[in-house]
C-alpha cells in the first residue's frame, strides 16, 4: 500500500485519468472528492463487499446451476 499525506485542496492522480482531491479534514473524518471517466466505477469499500456477497450468492443459486446442465 502506497500512503500519501496531502493537505486540502491537494490531490494525486491514478493512471492518468483519476484524481482524488482532499476536500476537508474535519476531526477524524476526511472529505474527498473523485473526478474519474464515467466508465470507471467507484464504490465505497462497504458498498462494493455486498455487491460482490450478492453476485456470489446470485453465482451459487440454484437457478444457475441448472443453467449450467444446457
Sequence with gaps: M????RKKDESIII???IEITVI???GDQV?????????VPVYRKEVY???QESNKEAANS???EALKGL
Design 2 to 5: 502506497l500512503a500519501l499525506s
Design 15 to 17: 493512471d492518468n485519468n
Design 62 to 64: 440454484a437457478g444457475f
Design 49 to 51: 463487499e455486498q455487491i
Design 24 to 26: 476537508e479534514v474535519k
Design 31 to 39: 472529505k474527498i472528492g473523485i473526478s474519474a471517466p464515467k466508465s
